[in-house]
């Protein structure tokens, strides 16, 4: 069954650390999207991806890495949390051939200590 | 830049009630434009699109929406709620080519009287 995966769904740590958030979609689209996500609040893209070895930064800046080794894969790396890291990070991707609609993720929820 | 507006933060609604949530945007041509949902610790889920052609759409879940050029506005509606639509609802904004890339507003969340 096509679809996108994030892992781990919630993650708790400490500041400092270094954290990767996992992104992974079956679908073969050949773009792909960062989005943070406070409560209550709209989605903000930060980082996005035309295909492989392309990554640009999005609308709201962000600490965070990305990378795009493969088509199905496009995680997100921070190299030492902070509290103000903490929210909810989402991930998508579309494709010309699916009406460029996005599909999402369900969600990453990052709280850091 | 494109932008989306949608004015109502918080709609209460009776079940069986009639549910219309409003939704304005600003892009320079013919707009991308899609309702998603959003259910608590969750993704989001596409309930509608428009690209072109006929300007009242019908989507998942009983919901419709329509494209009105002249108001800059795709306003999402249900008949008849039901609890199970108590989420939060987001309009985006889509850009034509390049990165498909979404603007999205600051969404409505929606919550259903039994």
């Known amino acids: 069954e096509a679809d996108i995966y994030q892992t781990p769904r919630y993650l708790v740590i400490g500041t400092g650390k270094k954290i990767t958030l996992e992104c992974s979609q079956t679908m073969g689209h050949d773009k792909m999207y960062w989005y943070q996500q406070d409560p209550g609040m709209e989605l903000h893209l930060i980082h996005y991806s035309y295909g492989v070895n392309s990554t640009e930064k999005g609308d709201l800046s962000s600490e965070s890495t990305v990378s795009r080794i493969r088509t199905e894969h496009f995680p997100l790396t921070l190299e030492s949390a902070r509290p103000s890291h903490t929210s909810q990070y989402l991930c998508?991707?579309?494709?010309?051939?699916?009406?460029?609609?996005?599909?999402f993720g369900p969600g990453t929820r990052l709280t850091v200590t | 830049a494109q932008s989306v507006t949608q004015p109502d933060i918080h709609i209460t609604v009776s079940e069986g009630a009639s549910l219309e949530l409003r939704c304005n945007y600003s892009y320079g041509a013919t707009p991308y434009l899609f309702w998603y949902v959003q259910s608590p610790g969750q993704g989001l889920q596409l309930l509608l699109k428009?690209?072109?052609?006929?300007?009242l759409v019908q989507g998942i879940k009983g919901f419709e929406a329509e494209f009105k050029r002249s108001q800059s506005s795709f306003n999402l509606r249900k008949p008849s709620v039901h609890w199970s639509d108590a989420a939060e609802y987001f309009c985006a904004v889509g850009e034509k080519g390049g990165g498909n890339k979404l603007t999205f507003g600051t969404g409505t969340q929606l919550k259903v009287e039994l």
């Open positions: 428009y690209f072109s052609g006929d300007t």
């Open positions: 998508a991707s579309s494709d010309r051939l699916a009406g460029y609609e996005q599909y």
